[in-house]
């Protein structure tokens, strides 16, 4: 079945350091894939997506590129802030019918 | 514009209770989607409901039911509460001009503690 793996945290950086959380997915037909961000005592909400193959998602200064020929998906931003910590889920959508899977999360600390 | 709404946001059962949880979708939006988070695990779908009826299911037993009303709220209902349905309930929503993409509004989750 579709299935979403990422990579296990916790991830812990410095200010101002490059981040990169990897994603892989498996699924039948041609997915969606996103990623959903959840930060402390808030619920979730979804961060960037690409709906079909090269698409480049981006939004508050991270960005991910839907690899088909890898099956892959990997947040990066170029300088994390304190106010990056949170929760980041990548996901796959079954588009037809807003069903969406998600990964186990990657918690990521970021210090000053 | 009133987001995705939960209630309760917390409460406390025992084992073999029974425990409704309540969703209120985002305006303009028709389907409902329910999901169950373990602590430290990422949301696991449970089922979806869209025009009063469940559309998809996940691997959850029949425990796990559901209903949607004509007002697009809905309900999770969980019996028979066992220790492992410990966790944080999310509903999400979706439809209207995002409907079909996949892009999905959560709120704020239940958080159920069954001792």
């Known amino acids: 079945g579709d299935s979403v793996t990422q990579m296990e945290g916790p991830v812990t950086l410095s200010e101002e350091a490059f981040l990169t959380i990897n994603c892989t997915y498996t699924a039948t037909g041609y997915p969606s894939l996103f990623w959903y961000v959840q930060y402390p005592g808030e619920g979730l909400q979804l961060l960037l997506k690409?709906?079909?193959?090269?698409d480049k998602g981006s939004n508050k200064g991270f960005e991910a590129t839907y690899r088909k020929e890898t099956t892959s998906f990997h947040l990066e931003k170029g300088s994390v802030q304190v106010s990056d910590s949170a929760v980041y889920f990548c996901?796959?959508?079954?588009?037809?019918?807003?069903?969406?899977?998600f990964g186990p999360g990657t918690s990521l600390s970021v210090i000053p | 514009d009133a987001g995705v709404t939960q209630s309760p946001t917390h409460l406390i059962k025992t084992r073999g209770q029974q425990v409704t949880l309540r969703c209120s979708p985002k305006s303009g939006h028709d389907t409902v989607s329910w999901y169950q988070q373990a602590l430290g695990q990422g949301p696991q779908f449970i089922f979806q409901?869209?025009?009063?009826?469940?559309?998809q299911r996940g691997n959850f037993p029949d425990r796990f039911s559901g209903h949607q009303f004509p007002n697009y709220s809905s309900e999770l209902n969980v019996n028979a509460l066992l220790l492992g349905d410990s966790a944080l309930y999310l509903c999400?929503?979706?439809?209207?001009?995002?409907?079909?993409?996949?892009?999905?509004?959560f709120g704020e989750g239940s958080r159920l503690t069954v001792l």
């Open positions: 996901a796959l959508g079954v588009t037809s019918y807003d069903k969406v899977i």
């Open positions: 999400a929503s979706s439809g209207g001009r995002t409907g079909g993409t996949g892009e999905l509004f």
């Open positions: 409901y869209y025009e009063e009826e469940e559309r």
């Open positions: 690409a709906t079909k193959a090269d």
